[in-house]
């Protein structure tokens, strides 16, 4: 067996570092560090914002770096907040993003997760997605980490926020991205 790829995944938060070690196998084909790095955020796509963010987060570590992005997207506002979702939360808050939707029958919404890895200064990112369907709800259940007591996943009846750890870590779209990721470098290590 290949010795796993140490790469620093660029994180200030502590919830999406504790999940991404929950997902990714100890034992599996990367090795993950951390740092939290102050980075700006260019406004744009999806793809966009990850592909600048990664470029940077290369540059400022000189080495392999993973980055992640997270949106929220509502359907009946064609997709926002979308990237900028972490900016509506610490504004309006769980009880605004809800009144944000007021107005509207379709309360559909889906989680985006977007990983890019670049495994140094100079080369291009490879980007990875998953995404999780669901609808936006009153607040439930404990409100520590972000978005998480707003968002249902489609096939169920509890939040984010209420699910068992694990039970969201099997469906999330943070999970979905990873696995992805996690298949990416088996490829490469498989043809190594």
């Known amino acids: 067996m290949s010795t796993p790829r140490l790469v620093t995944f ?32 260019l406004q744009g796509t999806t793809h966009q914002v990850a592909r600048d963010k990664c470029i940077r987060a290369a540059e400022a570590i000189n080495g392999p770096v993973l980055t992640e992005d ?12 979308g990237p900028y979702i972490k900016w509506f939360m610490k504004s309006v808050g769980h ?16 989680a985006l997760c977007t990983f890019a890895y670049s495994a140094g200064p100079g ?27 707003i968002f249902e996943p489609e096939g169920f009846d509890l939040t984010y926020a209420e699910l068992p750890a694990e039970t969201k870590n099997g469906i999330s779209h943070r999970y979905k991205a990873l ?5 990416h470098f088996e490829k490469i290590q498989g043809s190594a």
């Open 70 to 81: 997270t949106c929220l997207c509502f359907n009946a506002l064609k997709g926002l907040p």
């Open 123 to 149: 080369e291009e990112p490879i980007i990875f997605e998953g995404r999780t369907d669901g609808r936006i709800v009153p607040a439930r259940g404990p409100t520590t980490f972000g978005w998480d007591p």
């Open 10 to 41: 660029v994180t200030g938060n502590a919830g999406k570092l504790r999940e991404v070690q929950a997902i990714l196998p100890p034992t599996g084909p990367i090795k993950i560090t951390s740092e939290a790095l102050d980075l700006p955020e």
């Open 95 to 110: 009880d605004g993003l809800n009144r944000m939707l007021a107005g509207f029958d379709d309360k559909s919404a889906f």
């Open 179 to 183: 696995k992805k990721v996690q298949e």
